[in-house]
């Protein structure tokens, strides 16, 4: 048998170098004549393996006076089990590191190694068995079985997956899939366990440890008509119904076929909205899907749930066979019926479970369909058309799709759906990042509609309570225009939401300044916060009545108010204020949860912050 060195030298010759891993900085330690190799039986192929993939191979370890000292193989005293590693990502012997990348598949060899290339290597990673002569020169016999590039599907190769066939699609299944598959299981010495592979596909749901752990994680990197071995090692081998009892297994190895999967989607995170697919569409998820604001058709059956699935309303019976139209992102369906539209592919028929504060509850409701009702619609996506591109318009039409969008958004606005008009309004302001008026009266044009988006866009944020938010967006526009009466008129309502009552003082005395038109408005508005100042001073003096009356040392009790809340809340108030263009949108005057307004305490006592810190009262700023 020819026997020869083991070629060592590393070519690090790149012009920019990337830093070494760990396995090349070991390699960089081999020295000539520690490692040497001789071909017992060569192997087939044209290459061996390399980093990334899986080696499967047999060890047998003797002393040079050929004294066995440990072996993989049944016939010298192992148990018949090959070894399972992963080049690049597992643990290996350094003279086995070097050595195997140099053999192909079937190949025999034995490598003559020096300690210093086995166990007794300096800060081996390994740690030796007992009794094992780790400062001999010892000869290690390698049977190469097979390599394969591997998928790691666990840092610690606990679970490695073979790909056989490659699937079709990228999509794989995940928590709540149900899934389908071709299933066999067998011991790493190739002894069957199980087989499920006659009759119907093995049928589970995704997450509901219906299948061993490791197995479930390996099914989860597959894609339709995959087919795969998945190994995995005992720590994720757990009991279910697929194999109720685990018995004392190092490894098993499961042959996969995944067969379908459906998509089962959980769009709330609780449970209580499911959108299960029942007919695949046409396309890739989610690239197909109607995302974006979109014209949808769709037939639906809608039925009540615990009214044995009473059917209230079915486009194909109901509306002469003519399928439902509606824009997405205006509030024209059930929020859980869009919610789901919009995760479907054309041709797709999706069955939809939905609480009733997702259905009609807060939607007009249907006359057949009770109050507090749980509803499941059948839903099949028909088609959609994407919105209009506004490349290539010019100025005027483009300014014409805006004021559609943004004459939408007003609606929602007064519906009372403030996210809806909100995405509207930015959807436009998104627009117009791309927007380029060719002379003055078209940027002024652009500039004024800009300006108003952003204020409706305020508007919105100061509804949902979001006052801060409220007030940097007016800041955009202050910004390029300081003297913008509805600007400031906007920041002080939020400001004057968020218990900010100077700064709002300030804005609505800056609009009777700049424009003397606006005094009306700038009167009415600081009247309304010297009413929410009064109101912040009374509940005040109220909760803390007594906090100075106590002798030193000693500090009163705080008044709850009668929710047991020592915070203070105030009333619900709104004005209404017009647009420059005559739309009217509404202004919250109300405290966001957050506001937090300032005390008359801190006009005796600026020092007092850590008592009410003390006392928990994060809703009064000290300053």
Request: charge should be negative; include cysteine; hydrophobic fraction near 35%.
């Amino acid at each position: 048998m020819a026997v020869n060195e083991l070629d060592t030298e590393q070519d690090l010759a790149p012009s920019k170098k990337k830093p070494l891993s760990e396995d090349e900085k070991r390699k960089k330690k081999i020295v000539p004549g520690s490692l040497m190799k001789a071909v017992v039986r060569p192997g087939g192929g044209d290459s061996g393996p390399s980093d990334g993939d899986q080696v499967v191979y047999h060890s047998t370890v003797r002393t040079l006076d050929g004294v066995l000292v440990e072996s993989t193989r049944s016939d010298y005293g192992g148990n018949g089990t090959p070894i399972r590693h992963v080049l690049g990502k597992s643990k290996i012997l350094l003279g086995l590191l070097e050595g195997i990348p140099t053999m192909l598949k079937g190949e025999v060899a034995m490598f003559k190694m020096k300690p210093q290339m086995h166990y007794g290597e300096d800060d081996c990673p390994i740690s030796a068995p007992d009794s094992f002569p780790k400062e001999d020169e010892l000869h290690f016999e390698i049977e190469l079985i097979e390599f394969f590039k591997a998928k790691v599907v666990t840092d610690d190769l606990g679970v490695v997956k073979k790909v056989i066939n490659e699937g079709q699609g990228w999509e794989s299944p995940r928590e709540p899939y149900e899934v389908k598959a071709w299933i066999s299981a067998k011991t790493a010495t190739g002894k069957l366990i199980m087989s499920h592979t006659k009759g119907e596909p093995y049928f589970f749901t995704f997450g509901k440890s219906e299948v061993p752990k490791g197995l479930e994680m390996g099914i989860g990197t597959m894609t339709r008509e995959e087919k795969a071995v998945i190994y995995v090692t005992s720590q994720y081998l757990t009991q279910s119904p697929l194999m109720p009892v685990i018995e004392d297994y190092d490894e098993v190895q499961f042959e996969v076929e995944l067969v379908h999967f459906i998509q089962v989607r959980d769009m709330l995170g609780d449970g209580r909205l499911i959108k299960r697919r029942i007919r695949d569409g046409k396309g890739d998820f989610p690239m197909d899907c109607p995302l974006h604001d979109s014209l949808l058709r769709v037939h639906y059956k809608g039925t009540i749930v615990n009214e044995e699935n009473r059917v209230f309303y079915d486009t194909r019976v109901d509306n002469d066979g003519e399928p439902l139209e509606f824009c997405s992102g205006e509030g024209l369906v059930p929020e859980g019926f869009e919610m789901s539209v919009r995760l479907m592919l054309p041709g797709e028929i999706a069955l939809v479970s939905c609480p009733p504060d997702y259905a009609y509850d807060k939607f007009p409701r249907p006359a057949n369909v009770p109050d507090g009702a749980h509803i499941q619609w059948e839903i099949e996506l028909l088609g959609f058309e994407m919105p209009k591109d506004w490349t290539g318009l010019d100025f005027n039409s483009i300014m014409n799709e805006a004021e559609k969008i943004r004459n939408t958004g007003n609606r929602l606005f007064k519906e009372g759906k403030y996210e809806l008009a909100k995405a509207k309004y930015e959807k436009v302001l998104r627009e117009f990042n791309h927007v380029n008026p060719q002379d003055d009266e078209e940027g002024k044009i652009f500039a004024d509609t800009r300006n108003l988006l952003h204020l409706n866009v305020a508007a919105c944020y100061l509804k949902v309570g979001e006052c801060r938010k409220s007030i940097e967006t007016c800041n955009k526009v202050l910004e390029a225009k300081p003297a913008h009466v509805k600007g400031l008129y906007r920041r002080g309502m939020a400001y004057m939401a968020n218990g900010d009552f100077e700064e709002a003082r300030n804005d609505f005395k800056m609009m009777m300044k700049v424009d003397k038109s606006a005094e009306p408005d700038a009167t009415a508005a600081l009247s309304k916060l010297k009413q929410k100042e009064q109101e912040v001073e009374r509940k005040a003096r109220k909760q803390f009545k007594g906090l100075f009356d106590k002798k030193p040392g000693e500090i009163s009790g705080v008044k709850a108010d009668e929710d047991g809340n020592p915070s203070t809340s105030e009333n619900q108030d709104s004005e209404e204020h017009s647009d420059a263009d005559g739309t009217n949108l509404e202004d919250s005057h109300e405290a966001a949860p957050d506001a937090r307004p300032r005390s008359w305490i801190s006009l005796f006592w600026p020092t007092g912050k850590r008592i009410f810190e003390s006392l928990g009262l994060q809703r009064c700023t000290i300053l």
